[in-house]
């Protein structure tokens, strides 16, 4: 459709906010090796994953998001361990006995190519190879440092809300998936007076709520001053649907 018009043009980003990111190594190095499979479940684990890089989907949920099949997912899951980006724990806990599979994002580390042998050093001229090998090195290295930069600025906020709401409020708020109203779950913490037990009660039970069917969707998980309020860690959620993966016998 032609619409006129003397305004001049400009470019209008129509995109949602949400969003979040992946290290462009994972894309440039190691997608060869990984594969678009390896490259997808990347993507799922890196959008359920919390500030301290760990994501706990299950296979079901990873193969629903990536629309294939749960046998596709786990091959994306092994090229992922394979190649050092992923590193996959069992977790169970004592109270309900269940078992959950916790990956944690590992830094992203280029794999070490094969040295070659020695040479004389030979003049090469401008404009050649070397001047976009050292092109791509400056890309990276800015790209490092832009990371470096980003981690920073996470440990110097997760710093000042230590300093501002204690260690005990700061462990609740960063793993508890929904992060909204954080003045007024600030007052219901101190309304609990939580002890260094309680602290590691209530974390046990995020851990375990995370696992359960509804904690899945954002929108159905409880305010974290409800939580507090409603002494939600006291739930028994061994008798919630779980989206866990079964666990094959070794």
């Not at 980003?13 to 440039?28: H, M, P, Q």
């Not at 997608?31 to 390896?38: A, C, K």
């Not at 290295?141 to 809300?161: C, E, Y």
Request: charged share 25%; with cysteine; hydrophobic share 35%.
């Amino acid at each position: 459709m032609l619409v006129e018009t003397d305004e001049p043009s400009r470019v209008v980003d129509l995109r949602r906010g949400g969003w979040f990111w992946i290290s462009n190594e994972v894309v440039t190095t190691f997608g060869p090796q990984i594969g678009i499979h390896g490259l997808a479940v990347y993507a799922v684990l890196a959008q359920h994953s919390d500030a301290s890089g760990q994501a706990f989907p299950s296979v079901q949920r990873i193969a629903k998001l990536m629309n294939c099949s749960p046998g596709t997912a786990r091959k994306g899951i092994a090229a992922l361990e394979q190649a050092g980006l992923i590193k996959r724990e069992i977790h169970q806990s004592r109270i309900t006995g269940w078992r959950a599979t916790v990956y944690t994002l590992l830094e992203t580390r280029r794999p070490e190519a094969p040295q070659p042998e020695k040479e004389a050093a030979e003049f090469v001229p401008p404009g050649s190879n070397s001047d976009q090998r050292l092109d791509q090195t400056l890309t990276l290295g800015l790209g490092q440092i832009l990371t470096t930069n980003k981690t920073q600025q996470r440990n110097k906020t997760q710093s000042n809300n230590t300093e501002r709401y204690g260690s005990g409020f700061a462990a609740f708020w960063t793993a508890y998936p929904r992060k909204i109203a954080r003045q007024k779950a600030w007052q219901a913490w101190k309304k609990i007076r939580a002890g260094p037990e309680l602290v590691a009660a209530i974390l046990r039970s995020i851990a375990e709520h995370k696992q359960t069917e509804q904690w899945q969707q954002v929108r159905l998980i409880p305010h974290p001053a409800t939580f507090l309020n409603q002494r939600r860690w006291e739930d028994d959620v061994s008798k919630e649907p779980k989206a866990l993966e079964f666990q094959e016998p070794a």
